[in-house]
């Protein structure tokens, strides 16, 4: 697994970032006057940070945990350790700019340039599925 470490501190980086992600949409819906734990309000929308913040953080959680067995899998499978490493790199970055835009750009518009980076990750969950195949 030692040929992996690069990729393995790459994974460690994007859960980190989901963590930090838990931790703003925690906060952000604490500072509401009203509110109940767990829940956002249903009137809520991209304008609010309480929403985008908490959107952010559900995104990552419904893409994220797919995206790290597949690169467990990748491992086990013998993917090329440079290969994964770049792979591993474009999903992390795609995720933190997808959650820079989306914590900083209020609209309810779709496509937003949030999109194109979440466009970006699943592009790279296929790639990654492909090479596990084509290993």
Same mark, same amino acid.
């Given at each position: 697994m030692t040929q992996y470490a690069d990729s393995i501190f790459v994974i460690a980086i994007i859960i980190t970032t989901v963590?930090?992600?838990a931790l703003v949409a925690a906060r952000a819906? *604490?500072?509401q006057e009203h509110y109940i734990p767990g829940v956002v309000a249903a009137e809520l929308d991209h304008h609010s940070f309480v929403f985008r913040s908490n959107r952010t953080f559900m995104n990552s959680l419904e893409n994220v945990p797919l995206f790290v067995v597949t690169a467990l899998l990748a491992m086990f499978a013998g993917v090329?350790?440079?290969t994964l490493y770049?792979?591993?790199t474009v999903f992390a970055t795609a *995720?933190?700019?997808h959650m820079a835009l989306f914590?900083?750009?209020a609209t309810n518009e779709n496509p937003s340039p949030r999109s194109y980076f979440y466009l970006i990750g699943l592009l790279t969950q296929m790639v990654?599925?492909?090479l596990i195949?084509?290993?």
């Open positions: 963590v930090i992600q819906h *604490r500072k090329d350790a440079n770049v792979v591993t *995720r933190i700019v914590y900083k750009i990654l599925l492909g195949f084509a290993a």
